[in-house]
């Protein structure tokens, strides 16, 4: 239409990948397809939009994307402040198996874009899984939530560094308003029962992990009922019990 193509460049492209991007989040839509369309759709604004730049890194999770994913970088830098990269390089460190690197840049990322909740977390997760840095991930996690806490993958990050730095009566504490606003949450309830394995609750921690796994199942999901499965495993070595 003579609107459509009247519309600003960069809000035309915005357009276009936030299409591409819901139909492959739908299932209507080839990941790879998505990408070629995310990647037109940045080159067709100069690379002037760091919100198309941005689902870049729900689109390129394999490590067989990390170069495309560096080469769209390289493309992206003369346009934009280093700072506004740090996301997407964490996700680079991340895709190349350069755990240190991750962590900078997603601690990094974090402190320089406060208000984003999904950043916090993201350092939270590298931290703890990574580094196994407990208390600095709390640290970050917990000034994060009081700022956004609905926002489900920073309370449940937050919460697994809690309980693995011996705070586990404080983890389930900031997961129980979430829990009770979010239902049934495959995530937040293998969290809680992380929490409660590892505060002595053994049975109702144990009874939290087959919730979990059959909310999984529920949902067809069946890597996440395997990761629950391993989460347990884990925790039940953690807390030096033994499952039925």
């Known amino acids: 239409s003579q609107e459509w193509a009247a519309a600003p460049t960069i809000a035309r492209c915005e357009l276009e990948a936030n ?22 759709a940045l080159a067709g604004c100069d690379y002037q939009s760091l919100a198309i730049a941005s689902m870049l890194m729900n ?30 390089r964490a996700q680079l460190a991340v895709l190349e198996h350069d ?3 991750a962590i900078r840049e997603a601690v990094a990322w974090s402190r320089y874009d406060a208000m984003n909740p999904y950043a916090a977390a ?66 937040l ?6 929490a409660e394995l590892l505060s002595g609750d053994t049975a109702a921690g144990l009874a939290g992990y087959r919730r ?9 999901d069946t ?5 629950v499965l391993l989460n347990q495993a884990l925790a039940v070595s953690l807390a030096g019990v033994v499952p039925d």
């Open 19 to 40: 299409l591409a991007l819901l139909r492959w989040i739908t299932n209507r839509q080839r990941n790879d397809v998505a990408i070629r369309a995310v990647k037109r």
């Open 59 to 88: 689109l390129l999770r394999s490590p067989a994307q990390a170069p495309e994913l560096r080469a769209e970088l390289e493309k992206l830098e003369p346009h934009h402040r280093a700072e506004d990269l740090l996301g997407l």
């Open 99 to 101: 755990g240190e690197t």
């Open 122 to 187: 993201i350092a939270v997760h590298l931290l703890s899984d990574l580094a196994g840095r407990y208390e600095e991930a709390v640290e970050i996690g917990v000034k994060a939530v009081r700022r956004n806490p609905t926002h489900v993958l920073l309370v449940n990050n937050t919460a697994y560094a809690l309980s693995l730095a011996g705070r586990a009566h404080e983890a389930s504490q900031l997961l129980k308003p979430l829990m009770r606003l979010a239902g049934d949450h495959v995530a």
């Open 189 to 194: 309830t293998a969290t809680m029962a992380l």
């Open 212 to 220: 979990a796994w059959d909310l999984a199942v529920t949902e067809g």
């Open 223 to 227: 890597s996440l009922a395997h990761l």
